[in-house]
Every structure is written in C-alpha cells, then in structure tokens.
C-alpha cells in the first residue's frame, strides 16, 4: 500500500509512506490448518485495529512525521466433525 499523508495548515505539509502485508494459510493434520497475516508500514493507521492508531504526529517545525507500526495474527484451525470447528487466535 502506497499513501499520502498531507495537512493544509499554517504550514502545509505532506509525507509519503508504505506498508507490504503477508498472509496464508498452511495446511495440517487433515482439515486443520494454520492461518496468518503480518503487516509492517509507516500509513498501517486506520487500517490497524478499527481506526485506533495515529499513521502520524506533526513535528515542532509543523512537517508530519510518520509512524512505523506492525501488526499481525496466527490462528489454528481444528475440524472435530464436518460440523464443529474451534480456532485459537493470538494477535500481535
């Protein structure tokens, strides 16, 4: 991902910044599986946990400063019958 983060202010300022996320799922015993996701970036902001981070601040000289965030999950996946399921999940 690719975005521009501007301010039209006193000062006008604006900062390019990028993310790259990876993400998958392996295959286990049968039907289980491993599924994951990470993500690294300076503009993850919004795009993090429902809008609860900053992509970044304004410095003392009124120019943006961005943020370098990461964030991320595993998850297991285990098939009891063709109808249960139950997965355990951590998240970074």
């Known amino acids: 991902m690719v975005r521009n983060i501007q301010i039209n202010s006193q000062v006008d300022s604006n900062a390019f910044g990028g993310a790259v996320g990876l993400a998958g799922r392996i295959k286990t015993i049968e039907r289980d599986d491993l599924r994951f996701m990470l993500n ?8 993090a946990s429902s809008n609860l981070f900053n992509d970044g601040a304004i410095n003392a000289q009124g ?6 965030q990461y964030g991320g999950f595993a998850a297991y996946g285990h ?3 063709d109808s249960w399921r139950s997965t355990i999940a951590i998240w970074v």
Do not use: Q, S, T
């Open 79 to 81: 098939w009891w019958d």
């Open 40 to 47: 690294y970036g300076n503009v993850l902001g919004r795009y």
């Open 63 to 68: 120019e943006i400063e961005l943020f370098n």
